[in-house]
Nanobody, 114 residues
Framework: QVQLVESGGGLVQPGGSLNLSCVAS????????MSWYRQAPGKERELVAT???????KYEDSVKGRFTISRDNDRDTVYLQMNNLKPEDTAVYYC????????WGQGTQVTVSS
């Protein structure tokens, strides 16, 4: 079955960086668009970034120029490099793929605080 396992979250000071990873299994990774979502306390889950099989990318406006999504098809892994982090980036970050139905990882907590 489809599995998505995120890692790389943590506590970081404003202006710092984190690199999230999501290892996928249970489907042919290289053929699927992959996305990162996030959900802050009391807020709805929102799309952060998407990368298609051709490595074309889209970003939510507030993260443009700070976050970079990438993929390694040999390792079935999608990454989210996050730079210049702000307190408002604090959220649980989820990896997402749609294969017949929606599939989500377990999430990784990112906390930006001094």
């Amino acid at each position: 079955q489809v599995q998505l396992v995120e890692s790389g979250g943590g506590l970081v000071q404003p202006g710092g960086s984190l690199n999230l990873s999501c290892v996928a299994s249970g489907f042919i990774f290289k053929y699927r668009p992959m996305s990162w979502y996030r959900q802050a306390p009391g807020k709805e889950r929102e799309l952060v970034a998407t990368i298609n099989p051709y490595s074309q990318t889209k970003y939510e406006d507030s993260v443009k120029g700070r976050f970079t999504i990438s993929r390694d098809n040999d390792r079935d892994t999608v990454y989210l490099q996050m730079n210049n982090l702000k307190p408002e980036d604090t959220a649980v970050y989820y990896c997402y793929v749609r294969r017949d139905i929606e599939h989500w990882g377990q999430g990784t907590q990112v906390t930006v605080s001094s």
